[in-house]
């Protein structure tokens, strides 16, 4: 497991802990919202989920075919039980609920928050309950604007030449103009987002 995914697992954790005090969850997936909502409605149908227990439907959107609903224990010692790609879309489906939670309770408190985008409600929330700002800071930073594709070279036998597809021409894949494209995006993120914590990334 990379650094980052372990990062993510830790933020996972912490915001499942947070949900419930529990460390297991149903997951159902489907093609669609429609065809994994059925899935749920079935296992809780066939008792596989008490209702009382953590489950979340989820949609598979890749190509690839769809894991099997199941469910998750999570932590380090069952990090072996999911895929990379399917702890990234845990971690994605319980951040939108904490964002959801954040602005039903400052909506309760007659706080709302129009002004905030989902990213900046998450910020807050982690500035509230980071034990590491800059570090959940940077690794949020990164997960939003993740590295480009590399194009190192040119299709075809014979010396190795620079791809010059439309992308590489215009900086967005190519190493050997540091991607100037991606690197104006980050920047951007950085400035808009977290313009006073000075975060090297
Ligand atoms: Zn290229």
């Not at 990090?79 to 999911?82: R, T």
């Given at each position: 497991m990379s650094a980052n995914l372990a990062s993510l697992e830790r933020r996972l954790r912490r915001l499942e802990e947070r949900r419930t005090g529990e460390d297991a969850v149903y997951v159902a997936w489907g093609r669609t919202a429609a065809e994994a909502d059925a899935v749920l409605r079935h296992a809780r149908d066939t008792g596989i989920?008490?209702?009382w227990d953590e489950a979340i439907a989820l949609v598979w959107r890749d190509p690839t075919p769809a894991p099997s609903s199941r469910w998750l224990v999570l932590g380090r010692e069952h990090?072996?039980?999911?895929s990379d790609r399917e702890l990234s879309l845990l971690v994605d489906a319980f951040e939108e609920e904490a964002v959801r939670r954040e602005r039903e309770v400052a909506a309760a408190k007659g706080?709302?928050?129009?002004?905030?985008d989902d990213t900046d409600v998450r910020i807050r929330i982690l500035r509230r309950e980071s034990r590491d700002l800059p570090r959940d800071l940077r690794f949020m930073a990164i997960r939003e604007n993740p590295e480009p594709v590399m194009h190192w070279s040119a299709r075809g036998s014979g010396l190795v030449r620079a791809c010059q597809c439309p992308s590489c021409l215009s900086g967005e894949t190519s190493p050997q103009v540091q991607y100037p494209a991606h690197q104006a995006r980050f920047r951007a993120w950085l400035k808009r987002y977290a313009p006073e914590d000075e975060l090297y990334v």
């Open positions: 989920v008490a209702h990090e072996n039980e999911l706080a709302d928050l129009p002004d905030l």
